[in-house]
């Protein structure tokens, strides 16, 4: 069965730091790109970070750069997203995607829903004194 579990989520205080994790099983997070999103109950999903099939590039959105890192281990089958001094407005349920990706865009990467072909279950973050 093809699954992505993200790990890593909590209560965290303001300023805080937490390091989300996106395990693959089933299949090997080598031929894609992945992403990282996040949706508030009764909002849209919106893209947070993601990195290329190569890991060469990687993309923010403006309210996290400079606070966020994304990276990936191949041999662990593993994405992380790191999140430094945290804000109550990055709230939200986080998830992980997997988009299928072929030779000529290995170096890219989208923060879009659509083209996404799997998806975690998502994990809470919480930032609250």
């Known amino acids: 069965q093809l699954q992505l579990v993200e790990s890593g989520g909590g209560l965290v205080q303001p300023g805080g730091s937490l390091r989300l994790s996106c395990a693959a099983s089933?299949?090997?997070?080598?031929?894609?790109?992945i992403g990282w999103f996040r949706q508030a109950p009764g909002k849209e999903r919106e893209g947070v970070s993601c990195?290329?099939?190569?890991?060469?590039?990687?993309n923010y959105t403006d309210s996290v750069k400079g606070r966020f890192t994304i990276s990936r281990n191949n041999a662990k089958n593993t994405v992380y997203l790191q999140m430094n001094s945290l804000k109550p407005e990055d709230t939200f349920i986080y998830y992980c995607?997997?988009?299928?990706?072929?030779?000529?865009?290995?170096?890219?990467?989208?923060?879009?829903?659509?083209?996404?072909?799997?998806w975690g279950q998502g994990t809470q973050v919480t930032v609250s004194s």
């Open positions: 995607a997997a988009r299928r990706t072929f030779t000529p865009t290995q170096h890219m990467c989208i923060m879009t829903v659509g083209p996404y072909n799997y």
């Open positions: 089933g299949f090997t997070l080598d031929y894609y790109s």
């Open positions: 990195i290329s099939k190569s890991g060469v590039s990687t």
